[in-house]
């Protein structure tokens, strides 16, 4: 299939246009913008520009409120801090709520925010990798609309409550970035599969059925996945779903997923006084968000301290693959790679998020902007 | 095959004896022996009295001191505490660091320890169990012996590297305890696995061989783990092993496992000036530990907090099982119930730790008292 190809600046632009004719004011589309092309960048495109078709039906619907009051302090210690997002933007409240937990850390060297009443902050990564690059070491995780059933049950009332912790490092070593879903597969990259989409078939594991059985054909993974997404907003539990890390047999281990997965439920919804994903409705209204700062110098001096921890992970970039052509891999170093060879090569597009975009510029009166920054591969 | 029945107190007793048998102090032996004993309650056999005798050996090899120093502070700050455990006995170093622990969470709101040249622990669940039953959040992780093969990889080179976290509540639910190991299957789940012993046969995805092929003849799996056992202390990776939480492939997300375990081996050695788990000898001197307490009191009214906590808990305990005999649990329940079952009818041990038992009861001279307290089915 052929693909298109864009320059990183020119996607920028153009999507901040297009979300700026969506009614989103200059600062609330550059900060979104800049997640939603940085995630492109990475070919993390389940979280990428595609998602702003998403943000167009969640504004009509009135459940994403681009007038919402800025997220105001339900509680506050030198070390903590418990904000209230008003159901705003999510990449603005989260974007605030790491600044204030950044520089909260620097004075009392550790910070804990919880946010309630929050909306999609994108791919988690972003969020501790902007506490890391000032030094800190970063942890963030949130609940989702629930897409994910439990262990022993095919009741689908869980997120996919990613958690994302980063550490800084120091010389060329980059730094530690994991980045992940508690699922087996997060939705996104199930439903954007290009392997599955042409072979018709998920992989045993993954997805179950409302009876809890692996469902394999991608077409009724897809139907069901987005069944829910097609009903009404109500907390009525669906059925059937993503599988927690580790599958469906706990000889396999799924219930430690399943464990993470609460736990995630139990930091966010928990300690922001928000609501569990169980209650979330699909459009995202009312997710809650944990992150956390520790500044090294808890630990002894720090650069002696990130010395300590790169020297650990060089230790671990040592490990002898199986395949020569596959190294092992230290987390962060495969979207780095693609952010790196999209600066300078320019972001890979598929049709079909070209066809997505393309509705949006329809939608926003940029249709010119869009194909003037599109080349077709 | 028939089993032995002994009472909690008397097993606590006889074990205690046996480990002063051994040399170890008054001190040493009940805060080892209480470990030992509430793993055998909760049916964590892998983490009960049957590991004396692995630390008979340790004592012989020298690589576990029982006149080593007490834990000496090497950095403080205060929210944060790193300690030296100078090869001391680990469950000792780790009684100390979390009471310290907990002292400093409920002055300062919020402390995160860390420990260099510590030594087993026993289960991770332990720790923040403590933690929470002083109304705290309780985190804890700590680095292995090496038995676990990154992603990508046969070289085995990091360890179970579990990771427990519990939470307090409030009324008549109980503390939400999660405690895993990061790979599929514990090491000692599996060797200890009477289901596998059985059959022969251990389910493919668990364990590699050194080409990092499924190794699935029961036999064959423990020779790999033991050989290990049996090599000098040298770190020289050794080569197949146990598979990061996930398994084998990217597409069911083993990588996510194995970037779990990386977690931890930077949250330990890294934060704690330590040794990663490649590094560590096979008699497990030099492990270290991470342990954070955090006061709920941190995001507002403290009964408030916990009682959102607990509200959330009920939710998902409310979830529909697909076989109503087999309801959806809380992490915790499992050892809950086994450890309530175990104070009314009695701890089952099976005959090969009976059979352990035995052999230490030997060295140590209380053949007499172990037999006494113990009923055969």
New interface residues.
């Given amino acids: 299939m052929r693909e298109y190809t864009t320059k990183y600046d020119d996607l920028y632009r153009v999507a901040k246009e297009m979300f700026m004719g969506l009614g989103y004011s200059d600062h609330q589309a550059s900060t979104v913008t800049n997640c939603l092309v940085e995630a492109d960048a990475r070919h993390l495109h389940s979280h990428g520009v595609a998602a702003m078709m998403t943000y167009v039906s969640h504004l009509k619907a009135g459940n994403l409120r681009l007038d919402a009051p800025e997220p105001t302090t339900?509680?506050e210690?030198?070390?903590?801090l418990?904000l209230d997002g008003h159901s705003g933007v999510g990449y603005v409240i989260a974007d605030i709520a790491v600044k204030k937990t950044i520089q909260k850390a620097k004075k009392?060297?550790?910070c804990?925010t919880?946010v309630r009443q929050a909306n999609h902050y994108g791919f988690a990564g972003h969020w501790p990798e902007m506490m890391a690059q000032e030094g800190l070491i970063g942890i963030t995780c949130t609940n989702t609309v629930r897409c994910v059933c439990?262990?022993?049950?095919?009741?689908r009332?869980?997120g996919t409550n990613p958690i994302s912790?980063a550490?800084p490092t120091c010389g060329d070593e980059p730094m530690?970035l994991?980045d992940?879903a508690t699922c087996?597969?997060a939705h996104g990259k199930l439903c954007r599969s290009q392997v599955f989409a042409e072979s018709g078939v998920v992989?045993e594991?993954?997805i179950v059925d409302g009876?809890?059985r692996c469902l394999t054909d991608f077409k009724e993974a897809l139907e069901l996945l987005f069944h829910g997404d097609d009903r009404s907003d109500s907390p009525k539990?669906d059925t059937g779903g993503l599988l927690p890390?580790?599958?469906s047999t706990e000889?396999?281990?799924g219930?430690?997923?399943y464990?993470?997965a609460?736990?995630v439920?139990?930091l966010t919804?928990?300690?922001?006084?928000g609501i569990?994903s169980?209650?979330i409705p699909l459009a995202h209204e009312g997710i809650c968000f944990f992150f956390m700062a520790?500044d090294?110098?808890?630990?002894?001096d720090t650069k002696?301290?990130c010395e300590?921890?790169r020297n650990?992970?060089e230790?671990?970039r040592k490990?002898?693959?199986?395949?020569p052509d596959?190294?092992?891999?230290?987390?962060g170093d495969k979207e780095r790679i693609s952010r790196e060879n999209a600066l300078k090569n320019g972001i890979k597009l598929s049709p079909e998020i070209v066809e997505i975009l393309r509705e949006v510029a329809r939608i926003t009166n940029k249709e010119a902007q869009l194909e003037s920054i599109l080349e077709r591969d």
């Fill in positions: 339900v509680f210690t030198p070390t903590s418990v009392s060297g550790i804990i919880t439990p262990t022993r049950s095919a009741e009332n869980m912790v550490f530690f994991l992940m087996v597969m992989p594991e993954i009876k809890g539990p890390l580790g599958g000889t396999h281990s219930h430690k997923g464990g993470l609460l736990l439920e139990l919804g928990g300690l922001a006084g569990p169980k209650f520790i090294p110098v808890l630990f002894g002696k301290v300590h921890v650990i992970i230790e671990y490990t002898t693959p199986i395949d596959l190294p092992v891999l230290i987390p």
